[in-house]
């Protein structure tokens, strides 16, 4: 059995990997974490004012006209996308796209960013498992 390689030994004697500052680092963690907090709350208003209509709540509650302004706001103009029978799954099915392209959207984003200003250095190693 052979021992795993050390990455470190690839690099002449004396040089150090280079490393990415740390504050590079906290501000893309930080931007990233934002960006998938607010797409996941915009994600889970739609899919509570799914809930809502669906179970047929009173709309004339505070908390009820709260959700329903803000999914409104944030439903990414797929209101009547898909317009069909019934006012429920209308609303499922539109809402809850608007709700998953959310979802999408941070990932994409957050995957944009990291990748773009914490560039891979080459440090990762990869392994070929071969049996004879």
Do not use: C
């Amino acid at each position: 059995m052979m021992a795993t390689p050390d990455p470190e030994d690839r690099l002449p004697r004396g040089e150090v990997a280079e490393e990415h500052p740390p504050a590079r680092l906290g501000i893309v963690r930080i931007v990233n974490g934002l960006i998938s907090v607010v797409t996941g709350v915009f994600a889970a208003v739609l899919a509570i004012h799914i809930v809502l209509v669906v179970g047929e709540a009173n709309m004339g509650n505070p908390f009820a006209q709260f959700i329903t302004n803000w999914a409104d706001a944030v439903n990414l103009g797929l209101n009547n996308l898909f317009t069909i029978a019934g006012e429920k799954g209308q609303v499922a099915l539109n809402e809850g796209l608007a709700a998953l392209l959310w979802l999408v959207i941070g990932a994409v984003l957050t995957t944009i960013i990291a990748r773009v200003l914490v560039p891979d250095t080459g440090s990762r190693v990869w392994y070929r498992r071969t049996v004879h």
